[in-house]
């Protein structure tokens, strides 16, 4: 099992910046692959963010592409997603994913992909 506890999440306005983290624990040894998902009201969860844990692979929805930043941190067992230039639309609850079976690049924002996830941390930015 792979526990996942988000942090980092809160109120800014347009233009701010966050840092969310997750730290891993349990088995993460050969987790392959983690990603970082959000959800909107009324809306299904998107993948935002994901690395490789192997190669430091990253891969980007188009939406936050040159605004969000994931990286880890493999001594910590943590994982990170920086998001500046925060807009309206970035509102949501980010969630944090980990699974242990590596992906093509086409899976890597498929929330189907994971099976470990964390509880989730609110990002809400007002205009």
């Known amino acids: 099992q792979v526990q996942l506890v988000e942090s980092g999440g809160g109120s800014v306005q347009t233009g701010g910046s966050l840092r969310l983290s997750c730290a891993a624990s349990g088995y993460t040894y050969r987790t392959y692959c983690m990603g970082w998902f959000r959800q909107a009201p009324g809306k299904e969860r998107e993948g935002v963010a994901a690395i490789s844990t192997g190669d430091g692979s990253t891969y980007y929805v188009d939406s936050v592409k040159g605004r969000f930043t994931i990286s880890q941190d493999n001594a910590k067992n943590t994982l990170y997603l920086q998001m500046n230039s925060l807009k309206p639309e970035d509102t949501a609850m980010y969630y944090c994913?980990?699974?242990?079976?590596?992906?093509?690049?086409?899976?890597?924002?498929?929330?189907?992909?994971?099976?470990?996830w964390g509880q989730g941390t609110q990002v809400t930015v007002s205009s």
């Open positions: 994913a980990a699974d242990r079976r590596p992906k093509p690049p086409r899976a890597t924002m498929n929330r189907g992909e994971y099976n470990y």
